[in-house]
C-alpha cells in the first residue's frame, strides 16, 4: 500500500492559475476537494486508502496550499470555473466529487452547471444557502464572527503578525470544530507554517469575501427552490460539528433526487480527519455503487 508521501504531486499550468494537486491510482476519477481552514493535505488519511480503488485526484483550491493565481478569487464563480476548467484539463469525462466545507459548497455550483460528467457527489459537512437564517439563529451567530472578521483588511495582519500568532488562530478552529480537541494536535506547527506563508492567509480569507454577498442575501431571506439536483448523493455528517450543526443536514434533502444521509459519531467538522476508516468505508462503497 502506497503512504501518503509517496503520492505524487503534480501541478496544471491554466489560463492566470496553476493549480497544485495530488494524484493516485487508478479507475473512477474522483476529485476530492478541500474546506478551510484546509488544503490537499487534509486529505492524507483517504487518499492512500481511496487510491487502492480510484484515480484519486485532491487539488489545492485558489489562494490555497501551493496553488498560484494571477488574481485572488473575487466571486464564487472564480472557484467553481477553475474546477471546471481543471477536470477539463484532466480530459475527465465522467468522474465522481467528494468536498468538505468550501469543497461541498463548489460542488454544488458546479453540480448545476454539468450534472451530466458527474457520476455522484459524496458530501462532509457541508455549507450552503438552504441554511438560511440558521446560521444567525440562537447561539449559533456567535460561531460565525470569522466569517465577518476575514473580511477585515486588518485580518491578515492581526493573525499574520507572527508564526505564533497564524499557530493560535488556527489552533483554535481545528480543536473548537474537532469532537476531540487533540484531533490535530500533532500538526499544528504544518497548518501554522501552510498558512504563514506569503498570501495564503489572504487566500484563504478570500472565500469569506466572495462569497458574503450571497450568504447575506440568503440569510436574510431563503433563496426560491431550485429544480432538485439528479445526481446521486451521499452525506456523511460530524455528530459534534460546532459550526456546521449536524441537524443541517436534513436541508440538503431539498436540494436532491437522491441522497443518503449519515450521521457520524465522534466526529465533528473534520470527519475525514478525524474518523478516516468511517469516511474511507463510505466513500468507497458510494462509488462503487453506481452505474458509472
Known amino acids: 500500500m502506497i503512504g501518503f508521501m509517496d503520492i ?16 493516485a491510482g487508478q479507475g473512477l476519477p474522483v476529485i476530492l476537494l478541500h474546506g478551510w481552514p484546509e488544503w490537499s493535505a487534509v486529505w492524507r488519511k483517504n487518499l ?52 468538505h466545507d468550501v469543497g ?29 437564517k440558521r446560521w444567525v439563529e440562537g ?9 465577518s472578521f476575514h473580511q477585515l ?6 493573525v499574520g503578525a507572527s508564526l505564533a500568532a497564524c499557530r493560535l488562530y488556527f489552533a483554535h478552529f481545528l480543536r473548537h470544530w474537532a469532537h476531540d480537541p487533540g484531533a490535530f494536535a500533532d500538526h499544528l ?10 498570501g495564503r492567509l489572504s487566500g484563504g480569507f478570500d472565500w469569506y469575501k466572495s462569497v458574503n454577498a450571497r450568504r447575506l442575501a440568503a440569510i436574510a431571506k431563503p433563496p426560491p427552490p431550485q429544480p432538485k439536483l439528479k445526481v446521486p448523493a451521499y452525506s456523511l455528517w460530524g455528530e459534534s460539528d460546532a459550526i456546521l450543526r449536524v441537524e443541517w443536514q436534513e436541508t440538503l434533502l431539498d436540494l436532491f433526487e437522491d441522497i443518503t444521509l449519515e450521521r ?29
Open 153 to 158: 483588511p486588518l485580518a491578515v495582519e492581526l
Open 8 to 23: 505524487q504531486q503534480k501541478r496544471l499550468a491554466l489560463p492566470g492559475i496553476e493549480i497544485a494537486y495530488r494524484e
Open 104 to 132: 461541498g459548497f463548489l460542488m454544488l455550483d458546479y453540480a448545476r452547471l454539468h450534472a451530466a460528467r458527474l457520476a455522484g457527489l459524496f458530501f462532509f459537512d457541508c455549507p450552503h444557502f438552504g441554511i438560511g
Open 48 to 99: 492512500p486508502v481511496l487510491a487502492r480503488d480510484f484515480r484519486v485526484i485532491a487539488p489545492d483550491l485558489r489562494g490555497f496550499g501551493d496553488t498560484e493565481a494571477a488574481e485572488p478569487a473575487r466571486q464564487v464563480e472564480d472557484y467553481v470555473a477553475d474546477l471546471a476548467a481543471f477536470a477539463d484539463a484532466l480530459g475527465l469525462q465522467r468522474f465522481g466529487l467528494v468536498g
Open 139 to 147: 447561539a449559533q451567530v456567535r460561531e460565525i464572527w470569522y466569517q
Open 264 to 292: 457520524a459519531p465522534q466526529a465533528g467538522h473534520f470527519v475525514h480527519w478525524e474518523q478516516p476508516e468511517l469516511a474511507n468505508r463510505r466513500i468507497k462503497a458510494f462509488f462503487a455503487g453506481l452505474d458509472t
Open 189 to 198: 506547527d504544518e497548518w501554522a507554517a501552510m498558512f504563514f506563508r506569503p
